[in-house]
């Protein structure tokens, strides 16, 4: 039972992360060429909102399959559960004649790098943003790639005991 929790929490997690990785991605590039921006700070909030919306995501949905009680129920949780977390894009991709698709497959263009110094002489807000920018990163980089899979582990044995203890009180 927890090798289904555990493989399903982790399958999500794959799935999420790229969502994830993309606000970040976001964030940087509105932080290090905000002077493309009319106004940077509904970019930064944007790519802060997906970042943030995205882990909220991925954790409710670990809890949800850490409490299923049967892999029949693991297993129907989490193919709905990624549906509903892929939503997003498949409102998107239906999308066919909206101005958006001009632009969709454009890339940004790079033209700031961390060794040229892009926020020399940048206003206070920008750095503010940075510092947002940097604590999410730190926080995605840790979590992602070494606690994911404790978290994971944790909610099923954590979510096992209570349901013994339930199932013992109730005898």
Known sequence: MMVARFVASMMMHINVEKDVRNGIQMMKYSVNHYENFNNVVPAFVLALNSTIIS??????????????????????????????????????????EHRLCIVKDKKLKITKFRHQDPL???????????MIYKFWRILFCSMSFYFMPFTAIFLNFNFMVNTNAEDNASV
């Open 55 to 96: 882990l909220i995501v991925e954790f409710n949905v670990m809890i949800i399959l850490s409490s299923m009680p049967n892999v029949l129920g693991v297993v129907m949780k989490y193919v709905s559960l990624a549906a509903i977390a892929n939503i997003p894009r498949f409102y998107y991709n239906s999308l066919v």
């Open 120 to 130: 020399k002489g940048a206003p206070c807000h920008i750095l503010v943003m940075r």
